[in-house]
């Protein structure tokens, strides 16, 4: 189930460069990167997505809660390619600027909830990054304590810890992030939620990555 998840991830990254070329892009110069140090020669970045103005697309089955409010619990009874979900998203940094784009891949194994980002900002290069454990459902839990009811319109405000604090990973990279490794969380802030389980909100990526040694 791990090899069909990371043949997932590499299959969902093919799609986030072609979902570039659909991208309104400018020239691929270095963005100044909005960066800060950390303790023991470390560096912190966050990377924003805005929901739902940022997603470019979508793919993967109903079953994987495309579009929905959560996808499935991991402990239900799902195939790999009846729950596979891949989303693009034009990414920002902290000022607001789009920089790059993203794809995020999700799916359940035979152990956990297994979820990855693919991060390609031009003019700087690629970061992968992947979660080993992200918590179940906790999109859907969360709403609903906050009042939310399927099939209805919510606002308020409320932020889930996707990937668990910093159990993320940095696990690869390129140009300006090669060797890097480190770790990173994945908090989304949500606002609202159309009828139709459509979020409203923020997603922040927020990594610290170390040069390689």
């Known amino acids: 189930m791990k090899a069909a998840f990371w043949i997932g991830v590499l299959l969902g990254f093919g799609g986030l460069l072609a979902a570039a070329h659909y991208v309104p892009w400018f ?3 270095r963005v100044p990167a909005r960066t800060s140090v950390v303790a023991n020669g470390g560096r912190a970045e966050t990377f924003v997505i805005h929901l739902p ?18 996808p499935p619990d991991a402990g239900s009874d799902v195939s790999f390619g009846a729950a596979l979900l891949v989303e693009h998203f034009k990414v920002r940094d902290t000022g607001g600027k789009v920089i790059g ?20 900002i031009p003019g700087r290069g690629a970061l992968y990054l992947a979660s080993p454990g992200e918590a ?11 009042g939310h009811v399927a099939g209805k319109a919510w606002s308020g405000d409320v932020d889930v810890a996707m990937s668990g604090g910093d159990r993320g990973n940095v696990v690869a990279g390129s140009a300006e992030f090669e060797g890097m490794t480190g770790r990173y969380s994945e908090v989304w802030n949500l606002t609202g939620v159309e009828p139709t389980g459509e979020l409203r909100g923020t997603i ?7 040069a390689g040694t």
């Open 53 to 70: 103005a940022d997603r470019v697309d979508a793919f993967g089955s109903a079953d994987a809660g495309l579009r929905a409010v959560a």
């Open 204 to 210: 922040r990526i927020e990594t610290v990555t170390y």
């Open 27 to 29: 020239e691929a110069e």
């Open 136 to 146: 179940r459902a906790a999109v859907d839990t969360a709403l609903r304590a906050s």
């Open 101 to 120: 784009i993203a794809a995020r891949h999700w799916t359940p194994t035979a152990v956990a909830t297994e979820a990855a980002w693919s991060l390609l």
